[in-house]
């Protein structure tokens, strides 16, 4: 129950057709509400859907799942192929898990009109591919700080966080795959939204989502960074990037 809404919990597993492997899959969708509307909400690094069933905050006792559910949305959380209870071998967000992503967007397409999609760091790389390649008409795509180069990714070319073992910056096969800014001009949505803080979860400064942004204005209708009081589709430098008070 959150704020009066029961939120019920759905299991799957759905298939990625391009490794058959079975990924685990859970819906949450509000009972006693009429529904038109879903969002997938992708995990950011190589997380998996436990991401989304943690407490939405501290103190509370439902999901950040179930929270976005509560407001009227079927809510899709996924685990990627390697992660979690999910088949297959990870893949650092390239083409095959960008593939499953598509078919998880063509599963709950079936169950609603409108689709949104919101990526968690990372997570901005399986996004934006699945977004450039597949170019399905999303209703919203909103993503959180997330590294838009390999640069950004690898923390300045030094290997880690979500970067398979042994790769650099020169291979550049593995990063076409994983960068998120080769995607953007494929984008099929109606709304972009950029989120960022003045202090980067990850990275020393905000350059990633400036650099997702002036791309984004160039190929989309829509594009704003952070709340309503910022214009949209504006060019910003780095010194006038609207950021909001990290908590």
Not at 178 to 206: C, M, P, W
């Amino acid at each position: 129950l959150v704020d009066g809404v029961t939120i019920k919990r759905t299991d799957y597993l759905v298939t990625n057709p391009s490794t058959n492997n079975k990924l685990e899959t859970i819906i949450f969708e509000p009972e006693g509400i009429s529904i038109n509307s879903g969002v997938i909400l992708v995990p950011g690094g190589t997380n998996d859907l436990q991401m989304f069933l943690k407490d939405s905050k501290p103190g509370s006792s439902f999901s950040k799942a179930e929270e976005i559910a509560s407001k009227g949305f079927m809510v899709l959380i996924f685990s990627a192929d390697g992660r979690g209870n999910s088949e297959g071998l990870e893949d650092h967000n390239g083409y095959l898990q960008q593939d499953g992503l598509y078919e998880l967007y063509q599963f709950l397409n079936e169950k609603v009109d409108k689709i949104g999609l919101v990526s968690y760091s990372y997570g901005v790389a399986m996004a934006s591919g699945m977004l450039g390649r597949y170019q399905p008409e999303v209703n919203f795509y909103i993503e959180w700080e997330g590294p838009t180069n390999k640069e950004y990714v690898s923390v300045g070319c030094r290997g880690g966080g979500a970067v398979e073992e042994g790769v650099t910056c020169d291979d550049y096969d593995y990063w076409e795959e994983r960068e998120a800014l080769n995607f953007v001009s494929g984008f099929k949505t109606e709304y972009f939204l950029i989120l960022q803080s003045d202090k980067d979860h990850v990275q020393k400064t905000n350059d990633h989502s400036l650099d997702m942004n002036n791309l984004a204005v160039e190929h989309l209708d829509w594009v704003r960074v952070n709340g309503p009081e910022n214009e949209i589709n504006q060019i910003y430098t780095i010194d006038n990037l609207p950021v909001y008070e990290n908590d």
